[in-house]
């Protein structure tokens, strides 16, 4: 007990700690300070350089090599994961098929690398004279149309398309063949509109020096129309087009031409089928 008290009694003692200079002994620097008050500087000191080399270990550029990496990878998350990229590939591929496809339908006929870069501009806005007005086939397989959309569709043929609106009457001038011509040609009036066969999908708008302007529709149910010769195309690229809407003019741009006149093209499951087994042109 009595060596406590003693140790205590020189800790509330004040000294002197000085700096001097061994040759001459000459006083640089002095501070006169209790035992209990070093103490603390220097426990102060060592907590702050803890604190530094603390946070230099959890934020400093060495931290990978003092942490834990906590971040754990669940199984099941794995597995979604592995299901999501294994349905993203499918699709990819199903849409690579789907485009191949396309690209054989115009093969030869619709090459898009060999675009004529001076090829006339296709302006819906020339001042030429449309003719619009429906005829009276047109009429009558409109009414066909809505008279089979009003019947028990377990009634139906195995086709779930049975009527198709003619792009444009006129004279046919040149059959099917499905070794040498894959559709068919109409002459008709000069400016005829062409209209959709059937509802769908723009999916080729542009401009071959073989076909001139052309067009193509991806329709419900494995079918396709292809539009050749136009003159002024009427719909972009992705456009959603309804049965009968105004798609194009009948012109007569391109080198496979000889005067105005539509070549129509029919395809069904990525074979040419005869346009004529589907509807009336006259």
Same mark, same amino acid.
């Given at each position: 007990?009595?060596?406590?008290?003693?140790?205590?009694?020189?800790?509330?003692?004040?000294?002197?700690?000085?700096?001097?200079?061994?040759?001459?002994?000459?006083?640089?620097?002095?501070?006169?300070?209790?035992?209990? +008050?070093?103490?603390?500087?220097?426990?102060?000191? %060592?907590?702050?350089?803890?604190?530094?080399?603390?946070?230099?270990?959890?934020?400093?550029?060495?931290?990978?090599?003092?942490?834990?990496?906590?971040?754990?990878?669940?199984?099941?998350?794995? *597995?979604?994961?592995?299901?999501?990229?294994?349905?993203?590939?499918?699709?990819?591929?199903? +849409?690579?098929?789907?485009?191949?496809?396309?690209?054989?339908?115009?093969?030869? *006929?619709?090459?898009?690398?060999?675009?004529?870069?001076?090829?006339?501009?296709?302006?819906?806005?020339?001042?030429?004279?449309?003719?619009?007005?429906?005829?009276?086939?047109?009429?009558?397989?409109?009414?066909?149309?809505? &008279?089979?959309?009003?019947?028990?569709?377990?009634?139906?043929?195995?086709?779930?398309?049975?009527?198709?609106?003619?792009?444009?009457?006129?004279?046919?001038?040149? *059959?099917?063949?499905? #070794?040498?011509?894959?559709?068919?040609?109409?002459?008709?009036?000069?400016?005829?509109?062409?209209?959709? %066969?059937?509802?769908?999908?723009?999916?080729?708008?542009?401009?071959? +020096?073989? &076909?001139?302007?052309?067009?193509?529709?991806?329709?419900?149910?494995?079918?396709?129309?292809?539009?050749?010769?136009?003159?002024?195309?009427?719909?972009?690229?992705?456009?959603?087009? +309804?049965?009968?809407?105004?798609?194009?003019?009948?012109? #007569?741009?391109?080198?496979?031409?000889?005067?105005?006149?539509?070549?129509?093209?029919?395809?069904?499951?990525?074979?040419?089928?005869?346009?004529? &087994?589907?509807?009336?042109?006259?």
């Amino acid at each position: 007990m009595n060596r406590i008290k003693i140790i205590l009694f020189k800790l509330r003692q004040s000294n002197k700690y000085a700096i001097s200079n061994p040759t001459n002994f000459e006083e640089r620097w002095s501070f006169n300070a209790t035992g209990i +008050q070093l103490i603390s500087l220097m426990l102060i000191i %060592c907590l702050f350089i803890g604190f530094l080399f603390t946070f230099f270990v959890i934020k400093g550029p060495f931290s990978t090599y003092f942490t834990k990496n906590d971040v754990t990878l669940d199984r099941n998350n794995l *597995e979604m994961q592995h299901r999501k990229i294994t349905s993203l590939n499918k699709r990819i591929d199903e +849409q690579e098929a789907y485009i191949l496809s396309i690209k054989k339908i115009i093969t030869g *006929e619709i090459i898009v690398d060999s675009l004529d870069e001076k090829a006339p501009e296709s302006n819906p806005t020339n001042t030429v004279t449309i003719h619009t007005d429906q005829t009276e086939n047109e009429a009558n397989l409109s009414e066909k149309v809505k &008279d089979d959309l009003r019947t028990n569709p377990k009634k139906k043929k195995k086709s779930a398309i049975q009527f198709f609106v003619e792009p444009v009457t006129g004279t046919v001038s040149q *059959e099917f063949d499905v #070794n040498n011509h894959s559709g068919i040609d109409i002459v008709t009036a000069k400016d005829r509109t062409i209209l959709a %066969c059937l509802s769908g999908t723009v999916i080729y708008s542009g401009y071959s +020096q073989k &076909d001139g302007f052309v067009l193509v529709l991806d329709h419900a149910n494995g079918y396709i129309s292809v539009y050749k010769h136009t003159k002024i195309i009427l719909k972009k690229l992705g456009s959603k087009v +309804q049965m009968s809407d105004p798609i194009a003019i009948v012109g #007569n741009t391109g080198e496979n031409t000889n005067g105005p006149h539509l070549h129509f093209e029919l395809w069904y499951n990525q074979s040419a089928v005869n346009p004529k &087994d589907y509807m009336n042109f006259k």
